[in-house]
């Protein structure tokens, strides 16, 4: 062939690929997450339709602008106690179960876990868990959608966390997500009254008129 030398195979191949736009950089693909449906805000009320939740903030709580970030839907405030509450979704992790999401939230979130348990709530199992990161404690609990896990947190300075600690728990016990269907509820103890299912999953004892009628 002359003087012409010839182009080893793994040096055309690769010449190729990167003409072509296929050549790979070692890193995987990384999911697009897709924005969350849009909910709105009424009063001391969040409610999403398409997900079908509603989150209700108690007294003393206010509502603030949704931080810019993928997923996220709604955010309170607690000017009084430096707290803040935040509802988002994310992409559903590889692993399953409780533990792995509450694993995924804190690697999404950069947070330390601390402490955490799968719980039954409002019928679904879900993760309880606490982190930390940055001088601050956060509360959270994730649960599985069909449309990817659904997270809610509040969180504060960690030098308030035993005066703030309850205030952060009721507000997460606001969120609720409607039953797609009726309800079966089984009463498993004495004191279920009709106010205090109402409570459990509308977030209203007042409801518990609607119920008995």
């Not at 296929?22 to 890193?27: D, F, Q, Y």
């Not at 979704?89 to 876990?113: F, I, N």
Request: aromatic share 8%; with cysteine.
């Amino acid at each position: 062939m002359g003087n012409r030398k010839l182009i080893p195979a793994a040096i055309c191949l690769a010449l190729f690929l990167a003409l072509t736009g296929c050549a790979t950089t070692g890193k995987g693909p990384e999911a697009v997450q897709e924005p969350a449906p849009a909910g709105q805000v009424a009063g001391n009320t969040y409610q999403n339709q398409a997900l079908g939740l509603s989150w209700l903030a108690p007294p003393g709580w206010r509502s603030q602008a949704a931080p810019s970030e993928p997923g996220s839907m709604a955010c309170w405030e607690h000017p009084g106690l430096g707290l803040v509450g935040q509802l988002w979704l994310m992409p559903r992790s590889t692993g399953d179960g409780p533990p792995a999401w509450g694993l995924h939230l804190a690697q999404t979130r950069g947070w330390q876990p601390r402490e955490g348990r799968a719980i039954a709530w409002q019928g679904r199992t879900c993760w309880d868990g606490e982190y930390h990161a940055g001088g601050k404690v956060f509360r959270a609990r994730v649960l599985d959608l069909p449309s990817g896990l659904l997270a809610v947190a509040a969180g504060g300075d960690e030098a308030r966390q035993k005066e703030t600690r309850p205030m952060a728990v009721e507000l997460l016990e606001g969120l609720r997500i409607w039953p797609a269907a009726d309800l079966l509820h089984t009463v498993k103890r004495g004191g279920e009254s009709l106010d205090l299912v109402a409570l459990w999953y509308t977030g209203r004892v007042s409801n518990g008129k609607i119920l008995k009628d």
